[in-house]
Structures are given as C-alpha cells and as structure tokens.
Nanobody, 124 residues
Framework: QVQLVESGGGLVQAGDSLRLSCAPS????????FGWFRQAPGKEREFVAA????????YYTDSVKGRFTISRDNAKNAVYLQMDSLKPEDTAVYYC?????????????????WGQGTQVTVSS
C-alpha cells in the first residue's frame, strides 16, 4: 500500500509559478499511475492532470493546459506538478492520487490512494 505526501503549496500572486511535489512511499513506484486533483471551498474535487506509469502519457483538464505540467521521476520516486501563470481561480487544496495500472483516469473515485493535500492560494 502506498502513502502519498504532497508539498510545495503556498501563497503567490497571479502570474507566479509553483511546483508541487508528491512523495509516495510504501509501494513500488513504477506500478502506479498518478494524478493531481484540486478542491476549492464549496466545490467538488476536480481532476487537474495525470501521468501514466512510464510518464509517456499525460492528460490535463482544459483549464490548465499550457500552464501546468505533470511529470514523474521514476529514479527519485517523485511526482511533480509545475504550475505556471497561476490565476486566482487556481486557488484550492491540491491532492496527489495514485492507482495501480497504466491507464489514466480523470474521476476521483478511480484512484485508490490519496495524500493529505497542500494549499495553493493565488492572490490577484
């Protein structure tokens, strides 16, 4: 069973960048597809991005395409979400999620393991 710990959140201004990290432990890293989700106050958790086991396939929600980049380092057992050109509407708690397999899913209930989340706040 894998445990996920996110880091890298913070308070930034619109247009700034942040890089979130997800450090899985307790499992075989290369077995998992990873996703990033976010949840703003009063809203449902929404899909942001995902990467396949090899990192060769990625998928993004439309609102972050061209601004966010998901990546994984299988040698360092880490998953990253580089967020550029941040907007106030990106403000949310960001969660790392994982599931065994190589298929990318965008629904939260398809992921079996979750981190505790990291807060990202973008001021205008």
């Amino acid at each position: 069973q894998v445990q996920l710990v996110e880091s890298g959140g913070g308070l930034v201004q619109a247009g700034d960048s942040l890089r979130l990290s997800c450090a899985p432990s307790g499992g075989t890293f290369s077995r998992y597809t990873f996703g990033w989700f976010r949840q703003a106050p009063g809203k449902e958790r929404e899909f942001v991005a995902a990467t396949s086991r090899s990192g060769g396939s990625t998928y993004y929600t439309d609102s972050v395409k061209g601004r966010f980049t998901i990546s994984r380092d299988n040698a360092k057992n880490a998953v990253y979400l580089q967020m550029d050109s941040l907007k106030p509407e990106d403000t949310a708690v960001y969660y790392c999620a994982a599931r065994v397999g190589n298929v990318i899913y965008t629904r939260a209930n398809e992921y079996d393991y979750w981190g505790q989340g990291t807060q990202v706040t973008v001021s205008s």
